[in-house]
């Protein structure tokens, strides 16, 4: 993968690693604290803090690839709603993780803070 920001977000930017004890349930927290995406409205930045918690399966994410993956939303007008579950199925689509959380908490702008949950649990078989 080249060290540069891709243009648009992709899963495709995501590589991923064999999860070292796929047979145990452990909890994998990454924090992203300088998350930054623009309004689709006023074309104004947004920044915010987003945490993924999963579980992983076989595979698990490679944090250079998450972290360029992420930064291509820098130029993307986006809501909240949309990134938020766009990012949670992009990393199940990659991961396969028997259970994922993603939050997304936003800088208050207008007087207002916002905080977006998504969770995903993987189907028992």
Known sequence: MPDVIAKKPTPDILDVFDNPYPDRDYVIVHVCPEFTSLCPKTGQPDYGTLTFEYVADKLCVELKSLKFYLQAYRNEGVFYERLTNQ?????????????????????PRGGLHSKIVVEYVAPRD
């Open 87 to 107: 990012i949670t199925d992009d990393l199940v689509a990659k991961l396969k993780p028997r259970r994922l959380k993603t939050t997304a908490e936003f800088t």
